[in-house]
Each structure stands twice: as C-alpha cells, then as structure tokens.
C-alpha cells in the first residue's frame, strides 16, 4: 500500500515543489494551505490526480485528516522578510500553535514529521560558514524576531516531542532557495532583482550590497529534503548550496544574464540583515550523501524564463 505524506503549506514555493516530488516518489499526497501567501496556481496541475488531494485550513486551528498518514512536512510559514513584517502575528502563531498542531497530529497517526526550520535561526552569525552546532546570534524582539524566534520555538518544540513522546522528527535548516514559482512581488532579492531588471527598472541593493548569501536552485533542495526525510537523523540538518556571493555581485550577475540596462541604486539596509550567510554542509553530505548540483548560471536561466514568462501572462490578464 503506498505511503500517504501531508505537507503543510504545499501551495507554496517550496510545498509545492515537495508535493510534485513526493507524487513522483508514488505517495499519496494531501496538501493543506490556508493560502495566506501560498497561491492555488502552484498546485492546480495536481488537481485531478487521483494521489492528491488539497484541504484549506489554517493549521494554527485543530487539523483533522481521515485515515492513516506516514510522513508530515510541515512548510506553513511566511518565509520572505516582507511578507513577515506583514503578517508578524501570523508568522509567530504558525511557528509556534501551528508547529504544535501538527506535532500533535503526527503523534496521533504515528507519523514521522519533518520541520522546515531556517538558516534564520542563526540570526547574525558570528561564526562562518554556519555549522549546526552553532546556537545563533538572534534579536528576539526585532522585526525579523517573529520568524527566527517563531522558528527557533519550532525546533524546541520538535524535539521535545521527539524525546518526551518519542515521535519520529527531522529537522532541516533551509538556506536561501531560488526557482520557478517563487513570487514575483515576494521582496527578496532574486525575484526583485530579476523583474526589475526585466523591467529597465533601478535594480535596488540595500546598504553597500556587501551583505553575502548563498543561493540554491530549488531541485537540489527538494533532493537533500527528501533524503533528510527517508534518514535517521533527528537533529537538525543543513541544506543549502555554500556557493557564496555579495549582494552587489549578485544583482550585477542578474543584470548581465537579462541583458537588461537597468542600474544598481542602494536602498537603506533593513534591520538585523545578516551581514554573511553560508551553509556548512558536511553533515548532509556525510549523512545523506547529497550535495548542491545545479549552479547558479543555469538556475538563473531557468529562473528568469519562469519570471519572463510569468509577467507575459500577468500582462495578457491586464489587457483582457
Ligand atoms: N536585498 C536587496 N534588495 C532587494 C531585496 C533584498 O539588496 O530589493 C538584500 C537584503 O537586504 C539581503 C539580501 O538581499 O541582504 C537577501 O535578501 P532576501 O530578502 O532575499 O532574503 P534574506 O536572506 O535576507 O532572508
């Protein structure tokens, strides 16, 4: 009989990518999303598969789910710095009541649960590249606060109902994720960078740019996700791609491959940015034997035909 898998938040960019990847792996899949930032169109080709099956729910409230349930992602979250300074409450309630619903839910069905936890949790990092060892450099109460602490809360409580109530826990440490179906209008830097650029538009880079990040194509992602899931390893686990680049050099690196003509402005630098971000990812490759395949140049390409594509059909519904 095969698996069944529910993953919160599966209208999502990344929820969706998973569902799409755990139906190829044969699972029955039921999506539930309140769709608060995840978008129907996301996971409307899965419709009519008979393996899926989506459920609108808020999952801060009591989730129900008929029948029995193998595995839980739980990916219900804001998760890009403007929609969390929107949506602050929402943001600390899903982490936290949300986190503990599902915990709740996974222990009734016997469930193993896998937490989409953050490199946010290492706030402003004073070691680099980050390790999972590393306990973080966290401001509870700025505005970023009620997405690390939200999540930093996840992991507390995860564990605790791994050693207390001996459920079976994963726990992955996301780093910057890039690809088709993030949103256009979301605030990040890829997504603002790459429209406005399509755009002839200023490309805006906060502060001086000398900010690092280190983006990861969202297929090597999903891969290490899946690998993380179907492993042993309870403790947290880093999965992002370590190619590290400046903020400035990543807009000018944009710039070029859209062969646009737009220029870089500088923009006030947003509270609590973290200055550096890397992952160390020795522990999955030692534990799960994955690493990052896809580099930027061809996970930028595809991006950007996903975006050029994606503003067509905005444009087409504009003059309808
Ligand atoms: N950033 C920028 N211009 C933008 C949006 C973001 O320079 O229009 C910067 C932001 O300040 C940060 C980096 O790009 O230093 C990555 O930001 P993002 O919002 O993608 O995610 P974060 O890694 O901060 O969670």
Same mark, same amino acid.
């Given at each position: ?10 209208? #999502? ?12 792996? #044969? ?10 930032? #995840? ?27 008929? #029948? ?145 990040? !280190? ?66 990812? !020795? ?32 444009? !087409?519904?504009?003059?309808?």
């Amino acid at each position: 009989m095969s698996k069944t898998a529910v993953v919160t938040g599966g209208a #999502g960019f990344l929820g969706s990518h998973l569902c799409d990847k755990l139906i190829a792996e #044969g699972l029955n899949v039921i999506c539930i999303d309140n769709l608060l930032t #995840g978008n129907i169109n996301n996971i409307s080709h899965l419709f009519g598969n008979e393996n899926f099956q989506f459920i609108k729910h808020d999952i801060t409230n009591f989730i129900h789910v008929p #029948g029995k349930v193998d595995y839980i992602l739980h990916f219900a979250s804001p998760a890009s710095p403007i929609d969390y300074l929107k949506l602050p409450i929402q943001t600390l309630k899903v982490g936290s009541l949300g986190t503990h619903k599902v915990l709740g839910l996974a222990k009734e069905k016997n469930a193993r649960i896998l937490l989409a936890s953050t490199s946010e949790v290492y706030g402003d990092p004073e070691i680099h590249p980050q390790r999972e060892e590393y306990w973080g450099n966290v401001n509870p109460i700025g505005p970023r606060g009620v997405y690390d602490e939200a999540k930093r809360f996840a992991e507390a409580i995860t564990m605790a109902y791994h050693r207390f109530h001996g459920v079976e826990t994963r726990i992955v440490r996301i780093f910057n994720t890039y690809g088709p179906r993030m949103r256009l209008a979301d605030g990040r830097a890829l997504p603002a960078f790459v429209s406005q650029a399509l755009n002839g538009e200023d490309v805006t880079v906060f502060g001086d740019g000398s900010q690092t990040r !280190s983006f990861c194509y969202v297929s090597d992602l999903i891969e290490g996700i899946y690998k993380l899931l179907l492993s042993d390893e309870t403790e947290p686990v880093n999965i992002g791609n370590p190619s590290e680049i400046t903020i400035l050099q990543f807009a000018e690196e944009v710039i070029k491959q859209t062969g646009s003509k737009s220029k870089i402005i500088h923009k006030e630098l947003p509270e609590d940015d973290p200055k550096v971000r890397q992952p160390d990812i !020795s522990k999955a490759k030692n534990i799960l034997g994955w690493e990052p395949k896809v580099d930027r140049a061809e996970g930028l390409r595809i991006t950007i035909d996903y975006f050029k594509a994606e503003s067509r059909s905005q444009n !087409s519904e504009v003059s309808i």
